[in-house]
Structure formats: C-alpha cells, structure tokens
C-alpha cells in the first residue's frame, strides 16, 4: 500500500542554520504531497504542497520540491529560527484523490538560539 | 474564528466507560476525516464522511467505534467499552471536495487519556 517515510528524529539545529528533512514515498502512479507542521500544543496546519512532478511548494521561507524519479519530497529551509520548532509531518493523497491523507511518523525539529 | 473545532480539548476515563468527541468541520465543507494519534506517530486515518454518508472506515476502527454524521453537519466519534490502548489523540479535519488535492484543514484534537 502507499506509504510515507521520514527521516528519523529529533533534529537539532541552531539558530540561522539551514534546515533539510528527507521524505520519500511510495504510491502508485502521481500522488499529491504535503508537508504538515504540528507547534507544540496546537492542531496540524498545512505547511505546503505540490500535486505533479517538479512542482515546488513553497511557504514561510519553507521548499519542497516534487521529485518523480526519487520518489521524494525533502523540506528544506535555508535559515531556520527558535519558532520553526515543531514537530513536522510528510503526507501523501493517493492519485485518486478523493482518499484520506497517509502520513509519515513525523520529525521532530528543536532549533536553539 | 471560522476554522475545525473539536470538543472536548481533553478527556480523562476509566477503562470500560464511553465516550463520545465532537467535531465542527469549516461550514462549506462536505467532507469530514477522523484520524488517530499516538505519541512520536503519525496521524492514521480511522474513517470520513463525504456529507452525511460514511464512505470508509479503517481496521483500526473496530466494532467498539462508531462515528456519525448526522445532517453532513457535526460529527461525533464515540467509543464504547474504552480500553487502555484507546488512548491518543483524536484528530477532526475536513476538506471541500473539488480538485485532486484537497487540502484538508485540522483541528486542535481530543486527548483521550483512558486509566
């Protein structure tokens, strides 16, 4: 079955420095994917998307870029600060789309002044 | 605020009692997901609605959950004879249904925590 795979956490960084959290998945055909970001004591929020091979979505300084021949979907974020800490979450929406979201186990990012 | 709203935030609970959580979907929205939560996992899909009809549930959900939407308004998720493994984090989103990906909006989620 489709399924989401993470990197493993948590990912500790400082202040200013840059920020990559790997996604790959696995589905059949051209899944849509997303990036969900749970802060501490609050719901999940979208953070991004992208729904075709090559698209990059984009939010709050935050890229992920739809890469078919990788089966991957890494975040990424040149400059992350104190308030990025989060618990971060990749997605996918099977390609027939009317389907519930299939999430990865979550990374858990601290960022430290 | 206009967003998913979830009731109650938290519950405490003796094994073998019901319960019973509620979620209010974004007005214009025709579907409705409950997932589950565990601690350092993430959210796994137990069933949704599109309108008032039931249109999956999980193998996660068995014979003790019942879920309804009752009007394709509200829905209500409850679980009878609770177990300690019941214990998690309820999660309500919904989505309007019209392109292929739909985005679905979260609520804060009912911590169940069941002694």
């Known amino acids: 079955g489709d399924s989401v795979t993470q990197m493993e956490g948590p990912v500790t960084l400082s202040e200013e420095a840059f920020l990559t959290i790997n996604c790959t998945y696995t589905a059949t055909g051209y899944p849509s994917l997303f990036w969900y970001v749970q802060y501490p004591g609050e719901g999940l929020q979208l953070l991004l998307k992208a729904t075709k091979a090559d698209d990059k979505g984009s939010n709050k300084g935050f890229e992920a870029t739809y890469r078919k021949e990788t089966t991957s979907f890494h975040l990424e974020k040149g400059s992350v600060q104190v308030s990025d800490s989060a618990v971060y979450f990749c997605?996918?929406?099977?390609?027939?789309?009317?389907?519930?979201?299939?999430f990865g186990k979550g990374t858990r990012l601290s960022v430290i002044a | 605020d206009t967003g998913v709203s979830q009731n109650p935030r938290h519950k405490i609970t003796k094994r073998g009692q019901n319960v019973t959580f509620r979620c209010d979907p974004i007005s214009e929205h025709n579907r409705l997901y409950w997932y589950r939560q565990t601690l350092g996992q993430g959210p796994e899909f137990l069933t949704y609605?599109?309108?008032?009809?039931?249109?999956?549930k999980s193998r996660l959900l068995s014979d003790r959950f019942s879920a309804e939407r009752p009007k394709g308004s509200f829905s209500t998720l409850e679980i009878q004879r609770t177990e300690q493994g019941d214990s998690a984090m309820y999660l309500c989103a919904s989505s309007l249904t019209s392109f292929r990906a739909e985005t679905q909006y979260f609520g804060p989620g009912t911590r169940l925590l069941v002694l």
């Open positions: 997605a996918l929406i099977p390609p027939s789309g009317n389907t519930p979201l299939v």
């Open positions: 609605f599109q309108n008032e009809a039931q249109l999956e």
